[in-house]
C-alpha cells in the first residue's frame, strides 16, 4: 500500500463522489452520511492510517486499531492531545487510575447482578409491547428501545420506580456527552450542565441514602467495595454511577433499534430467525459487528507511535473507527454482508483492551430478550420509512425513529 | 459436549463467565479455569460464551465418543498477557 505524503490529497471514489482522503472523515461526521458510513469507512481502509487535512489520524484497518487498542502510548484522557478535559470517568482515564476505579466496578458488576436483572428485561419488554395496544403503527424508538435501557440500568441501581421518569430526561439530554461533538450549541451545551447539575443532587441524595441503608443494588456495592475493589466513594462514586447510565442508555438503544431495521431489511433472515430461536446468539454478535452504536473512539497519542509505514506524531488526536476495523475485509470474509450466524466474529462493537466495555454482559441480554419478543409479537412488521432519519451524532450511530406498521400485536 | 479455549488467544476479558458460569471461572489472579466437558444441560450458555468471547477463543464440539476419552482436565493459564479487566 502506498504511504507516500502525496497520496493523501488524491482523490477516491466513494460510491458516486469523490473525496480527497484527507476530507473523509469530515465526511463521515456530516449527519449528511450518517444513513450510510460504511462506503466512506471502505474508502479510509485504503490507507489504514491516515492522516486528515485537520490533523487528526484515522485509523480503520482492523490490525492497525487492535494493535492500537493494546498500546500504552495510547490514551484515552484527551488532554493528551490538548483538548479540554472530557469528564474524570473511568472511559476517559489511563492506568493506574482507570484501572482501580475499573476494578471497582467489575467487583460488583458480577454475573449474578447480570443474571438478576433477566426477568427485569422480559417484564420490560412485555409492558412496552402492551401498551403500544391495538395499534397498527409504532415508532419502536419511543416506544420500546428508549424507555427499557434505562429503566434496567434503574434497576441495577436501584433507582425507585417513582424517580425512573426524571432519569429518562437526564439520560436523552447526557447522551450527547460521549460524543466529542464540535457542533455542538451553546444552548445544547447549557441544558447538558443542567442535567449534569440535577443528576449529580440526585445520586448525592441516593448515596447518601445508601450509606444509611444499604441494599443488594450497584450503589451500595460500590459503596461496600468487594474482593478485588475498593470502595468508591464522594465525586468518584457520583462520576461512575453517572457513567453507567450513560454508557449503557443510548449504545443498548440503538442496538435495539438496529437490530429490528436490519432483520426488516432482511426478511429471509427474519423468516430463518423465527423457526431457529436460538439464532439470536450468534446474530446479536454480528449485529454488533456489522451495525455498531460505537463507530469510533476518540484517543490520544502519548509518544511518537510507528504504524502501518507511517507515524503518528506525540499529541495528535487519534480516532479509533472501530465499525471500519469490524468490516475490513482483510479479516471478515464478505464482511458487508449481514451473517447472523457468522463464526467466528471477533469484532470491535464493544471495543477491546483495557477499556472493554464493562455493560457488555448486560447488553448481550438485553437484546437476547428483546428482539425474540419483538418479532414474536409484532404481526407482519414492515418499515415505513427506509432509511430511517437519524440522530446527527456520528461517533454513537442510530436512528432518531424506526417507523413500523404491523397488521396487530400478539399476546 | 466438548468445550475447548484456545488458551494462547484468551485475554481473560471474562465474558465467559458471565455467558456461562457453570462452565468457566476466572479464579483469583485472572487465570482461566473451565470444564471441558459440561453437561448438555449447559449447551445454550455455552453457545452464549462462544459467541461472546471478544478474542473467540472457544470453540465446541459433541461430546467425545466411547474408546477415544478426549476429556482433559480443567485447563488453567497464567495471567501473562491478559489485558486486566477482572483486576
Ligand atoms: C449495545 C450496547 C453497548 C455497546 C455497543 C457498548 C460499547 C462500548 C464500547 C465500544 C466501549 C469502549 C470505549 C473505549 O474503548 O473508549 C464501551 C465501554 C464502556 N461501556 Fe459499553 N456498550 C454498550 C452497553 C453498555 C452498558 C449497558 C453499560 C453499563 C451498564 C456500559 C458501560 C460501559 C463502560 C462503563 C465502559 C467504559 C469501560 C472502560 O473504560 O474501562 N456499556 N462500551
Redesign the pocket.
Same mark, same amino acid.
Given at each position: 500500500m502506498s504511504k507516500s505524503t502525496g497520496v493523501a490529497s488524491r482523490p477516491v471514489s466513494v460510491s458516486d463522489v469523490s473525496t480527497p482522503r484527507a476530507e473523509l472523515f469530515a465526511r463521515v461526521l456530516d449527519p449528511a452520511s450518517r444513513a450510510n458510513p460504511y462506503p466512506l469507512y471502505a474508502a479510509l481502509r485504503s490507507e489504514p492510517v491516515s492522516r486528515q487535512s485537520d490533523g487528526t489520524w484515522v485509523v480503520s484497518g482492523f490490525d492497525e486499531i487492535a494493535a492500537l487498542?493494546h498500546d500504552p502510548r495510547i490514551s484515552?484522557d484527551m488532554t493528551n492531545a490538548g483538548q479540554s478535559a472530557g469528564g474524570q470517568s $473511568?472511559?476517559m482515564?489511563d492506568p493506574p487510575n482507570?484501572d482501580r476505579l475499573?476494578a471497582a *466496578?467489575m467487583g460488583r #458488576?458480577t454475573p449474578e447482578v447480570v443474571e438478576s436483572l433477566r426477568q427485569e428485561v422480559h417484564n420490560l419488554i412485555d409492558g412496552l409491547l402492551d401498551a403500544v395496544g391495538s395499534g397498527t403503527s409504532l415508532d419502536l424508538v419511543e416506544e420500546i428501545a428508549y424507555p427499557l !435501557?434505562v429503566s *434496567?440500568?434503574c434497576a &441495577?441501581l436501584g433507582i425507585p420506580p417513582q424517580d425512573e421518569a426524571r432519569f429518562h430526561g437526564w439520560a436523552d439530554t447526557l447522551a450527547r456527552t460521549l460524543d466529542l461533538d464540535p457542533t455542538m450549541s451553546r444552548e445544547e451545551q447549557a441544558a447538558i450542565d443542567h442535567a449534569f447539575t440535577e443528576l449529580h443532587h440526585y445520586l448525592e441524595n441516593l448515596v447518601a441514602d445508601r450509606a444509611e441503608h444499604r441494599g443488594d443494588d450497584l450503589v451500595s456495592g460500590l459503596l461496600t467495595g468487594g474482593d478485588r475493589g475498593e470502595p468508591l466513594r464522594g465525586q468518584e462514586l457520583l462520576i461512575t454511577v453517572r $457513567?453507567?447510565l450513560i /454508557? %449503557?442508555h443510548e449504545?443498548?438503544v440503538? &442496538?435495539i433499534t438496529n437490530g429490528m431495521l436490519t432483520l426488516l431489511r432482511h426478511p429471509d433472515i427474519l423468516e430463518r430467525f423465527r423457526r431457529e430461536p436460538e439464532l439470536v446468539v450468534p446474530m446479536v454478535e454480528e449485529l454488533?459487528r456489522y451495525e !455498531?452504536? *460505537?463507530q469510533f473512539?476518540y484517543?490520544a497519542a502519548l509518544a511518537d507511535i510507528e504504524i502501518a509505514g507511517t507515524t503518528i506524531p506525540r499529541g495528535s488526536v487519534v480516532v479509533?473507527l &472501530?465499525a471500519a476495523g469490524s468490516r475490513d475485509p482483510g479479516h471478515f470474509t464478505d464482511p458487508d454482508s449481514f451473517v447472523p450466524d457468522r463464526i467466528p466474529n471477533e469484532h #470491535? %462493537? #464493544? %471495543? +477491546? %483492551?483495557?477499556?472493554?466495555?464493562? +455493560? /457488555?454482559p &448486560? /447488553?448481550r441480554m438485553? /437484546?437476547q430478550i428483546v428482539l425474540p419478543e419483538l418479532v414474536r409479537r409484532l404481526i407482519n412488521p414492515r418499515l415505513t420509512m427506509d432509511p430511517p432519519p437519524y440522530r446527527p451524532t456520528a461517533a454513537l450511530r442510530g436512528p432518531r425513529h424506526l417507523w413500523i406498521e404491523v397488521d396487530g400485536i400478539r399476546p | 459436549m466438548r468445550v475447548m479455549v484456545d488458551l494462547a488467544r484468551c485475554q481473560s476479558y471474562g465474558q465467559c463467565v458471565f455467558a456461562a458460569p457453570e462452565i468457566f471461572e476466572i479464579s483469583g489472579q485472572e487465570v482461566l479455569e473451565y470444564d471441558s466437558a459440561p453437561s448438555d444441560e449447559w449447551r445454550l450458555h455455552a453457545l452464549r460464551a462462544r459467541a461472546a468471547c471478544p478474542v473467540q477463543a472457544i470453540t465446541i464440539g459433541p461430546a467425545a465418543g466411547p474408546g477415544q476419552d478426549l476429556r482433559q482436565p480443567p485447563a488453567t493459564r497464567p495471567a501473562a498477557d491478559s489485558v486486566g479487566v477482572l483486576r
Open positions: 487498542l484515552s $473511568l472511559i482515564q482507570h475499573r *466496578v #458488576f !435501557p *434496567v440500568i &441495577l $457513567l453507567l /454508557a %449503557g449504545t443498548t440503538n &442496538l454488533v !455498531p452504536s *460505537v473512539r484517543r479509533l &472501530l #470491535f %462493537g #464493544f %471495543g +477491546g %483492551g483495557i477499556h472493554y466495555c464493562i +455493560g /457488555a &448486560l /447488553a438485553e /437484546a | -
